[in-house]
């Protein structure tokens, strides 16, 4: 896992930002995993800027977001795709036939969750992964106890995330108590993964995700066992890592030769 740490909200989002623009800019067809809630939200605005005033193209691009409440159709306020079409879809040239977020009023989940997993392949799966994390530690809707090689599913919600997420909602009885998600065992077949958090009520998490053991009860800890994870968190987000003087050395070394610098590693170049 790579782990940086960066001063404050706005400089998550503008990083989280960069690693999504270069991937589209690299390879224009490319798959990204999108997420939704309050950590994501500044990396739209970023990307939304950078297609209106840097030409960044989204028309090749397909999306597949993680989740969706179920009962909630694509009108309610409350969905995840209205959040995404108000947020991000509606302000850039991506093609709307190409973003898919899962149907939570779909008449048969089974088959659903299938044929979503079936999409994600058909379309070459997804080339890089935007997470966020809940304050128990899930990642998408895989609360703890979640199988780590779970799969696209429906999934009850926890208390704690039904009570976190009552404050979007005018009633706390209309909160969906059930969700449909794409399993850890998905999100670990990406082929890279950004996950981002904001915040002290995630410092907790955080530290159980990048230093705890791999478990169910903490399943964002499963990306310890994937080859390309990136996480950018803010000083805040941060607190409680043991390690992190070591995370930012490893940062300055991955600055100086991504810049082009080696040699101040003592790294010499082929032809010296
Ligand atoms: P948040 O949610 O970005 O709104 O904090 C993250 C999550 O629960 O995955």
């Not at 997804?126 to 779970?150: T, Y």
Request: glycine fraction near 8%; hydrophobic fraction near 35%.
């Amino acid at each position: 896992m790579r782990v940086v740490v960066l001063p404050d909200q706005q400089a998550v989002a503008e990083r989280g930002a960069r690693i999504v623009a270069s991937l589209v800019r690299s390879k224009p067809n490319c798959v990204l995993g999108l997420a939704t809630g309050s950590t994501p939200l500044g990396v739209y605005r970023e990307l939304i800027r950078m297609h209106a005033e840097e030409d960044l193209d989204f028309s090749l691009v397909t999306t597949f977001n993680l989740d969706e409440y179920v009962g909630l159709g694509p009108g309610h306020p409350q969905s995840y795709r209205y959040f995404m079409q108000s947020n991000f879809f509606d302000h850039v040239n991506v093609q709307p036939g190409r973003t898919h977020v899962p149907d939570g009023r779909a008449l048969d989940f089974e088959a659903y969750c299938e044929s979503y997993e079936r999409r994600i392949a058909d379309a070459g799966g997804i080339d890089l992964q935007l997470l966020g994390i809940g304050a128990d530690g899930h990642i998408a809707f895989n609360e703890p106890g979640s199988s780590l090689g779970s799969r696209t599913r429906l999934k009850t919600l926890t208390k704690e995330t039904v009570d976190d997420n009552a404050r979007f909602f005018d009633n706390p009885d209309e909160v969906p108590r059930l969700a449909v998600t794409m399993g850890v065992g998905t999100i670990l077949e990406s082929k890279r993964c950004l996950l981002l958090a904001i915040g002290d009520h995630k410092a907790r998490a955080i530290r159980s995700m990048v230093e705890g053991p791999v478990t169910s009860q903490i399943t964002a800890s499963a990306l310890q066992l994937h080859r390309d994870v990136t996480v950018v968190v803010d000083e805040s987000a941060a607190s409680w890592l043991e390690r992190r003087e070591y995370y930012d050395e490893v940062e300055r070394a991955q600055s100086l030769i991504e810049s082009g610098q080696p040699r101040a590693l003592g790294i010499q170049q082929p032809e010296e």
